[in-house]
């Protein structure tokens, strides 16, 4: 069972690999980090497989078992490269191999620096061995590192996308946070996996606890080859040149120049109704205004105590609700409305309308 499940995931990876490299994309160095995640992901697992067949020489079936040091830091450069459009890589980005060389220096004294018996001895007995145990603890250690990293990233990149877009729906935010859910998940089966390793004695139970972590790669491979069916370009980012203000700073004093840029920021929404454009950002407001993005940022962030997303939102909603009690208007359907007030995603505006009014918009309809 364990082969023939390592035999579709095998197929799925090389298919993924292949895809992300021929697929027509702006994002190509984000696609590049993935399919040599499936590839190496693929060497890697092949054990289970051919381990049946053939035997590798000592030292190839080593470095077979270390390249998934490599596997982490692809995930965490696929999410950032994801994320900022003009991301580039730099001389800093090789500390990313660090894992893999510290783990072939831990293996490097007993084993690859040793005689082919020794070699031989430690790999038959690799998880009763202190080089064994260590690797099971470093790894889990680089991949809890990983996800910590990408968890933060993924929390700067919603707090980027709150305070320069009034629309989330159309970057892939929700796709890389669905698959560092799918990524945490995954690292707590296999953390039980690993740590049955150190402690556990039972051959069958860690077989089950291979299959079972097997058979969840393969929904989470399945799962990718969907989204990437569905959507190959997987959404737009960001630019790196957008910067966090910081909320926490000192800013309780309003001078007369920041109430009239106060004054000038609410009397355009209300007049001029920019929201209505769903691709609003703030850089566009901040051209029609003539302030800068920063200055903008800081108004609303520090002086009114929103993001720009629910800034721009609640004067959406406003003006939904006045179209949904509207006699003229009566006979739009509720999508007719949502796109008319700006939304482009029914499940953003139907979150932000009962966050505010704490109903459905059909249930408000109704009410009035």
């Not at 089966?189 to 606890?209: A, C, H, P, W």
């Not at 950002?281 to 720009?308: D, G, V």
Request: proline residues 2%; positive net charge.
């Amino acid at each position: 069972m364990l082969a023939i499940t390592t035999i579709f995931i095998l197929f799925i990876s090389l298919l993924l690999a292949l895809f992300l490299l021929t697929v027509k994309t702006s994002n190509k160095k984000a696609n590049m980090f993935l399919s040599v995640y499936f590839l190496i992901f693929a060497v890697h697992i092949s054990v289970f497989f051919y381990s049946e067949y053939i035997t590798l020489p000592a030292v190839l079936e080593m470095l077979r078992d270390h390249i998934a040091f490599f596997t982490s830091p692809l995930l965490f450069l696929y999410v950032v490269s994801s994320i900022y459009s003009d991301f580039k890589l730099q001389p800093k980005h090789l500390l990313h191999v660090l894992p893999f060389v510290i783990q072939v220096f831990i293996f490097s004294p007993r084993f690859y620096f040793a005689n082919t018996s020794t070699k031989n001895f430690l790999l038959e007995n690799l998880n009763d061995t202190p080089e064994g145990k260590l690797s099971i603890i470093f790894g889990l250690s680089i991949s809890f590192f990983y996800l910590i990293a990408m968890f933060l990233e993924l929390s700067k990149y919603k707090q980027l996308l709150l305070e320069n877009y009034s629309n989330k729906s159309v970057f892939n935010f929700k796709w890389l946070y669905q698959l560092f859910i799918l990524l945490s998940i995954i690292f707590c089966f296999s953390f039980f996996k690993q740590v049955y390793k150190l402690f556990g004695t039972d051959v069958e139970i860690l077989n089950i606890s291979r299959l079972i972590l097997t058979l969840i790669l393969v929904g989470f491979f399945t799962w990718i080859v969907l989204k990437s069916m569905y959507h190959p370009q997987l959404f737009r980012n960001i630019n790196t040149d957008h910067l966090l203000i910081n909320s926490n700073s000192d800013h309780k004093h309003i001078n007369k120049s920041t109430k009239d840029d106060i004054h000038k920021l609410l009397s355009f929404m209300e007049d001029e109704e920019p929201y209505l454009d769903a691709s609003l950002t703030l850089k566009n407001l901040s051209e029609q205004l003539e302030l800068s993005s920063h200055e903008i940022s800081t108004l609303i962030n520090r002086n009114l105590n929103q993001h720009f997303f629910d800034f721009v939102n609640q004067y959406r909603i406003k003006k939904a609700e006045k179209m949904l009690v509207n006699s003229k208007e009566g006979k739009l359907t509720i999508q007719q409305i949502m796109y008319a007030v700006g939304f482009n995603s029914k499940s953003s505006f139907y979150s932000a309308f009962k966050k505010k009014t704490g109903v459905t918009p059909s249930e408000y309809r109704k009410a009035r």
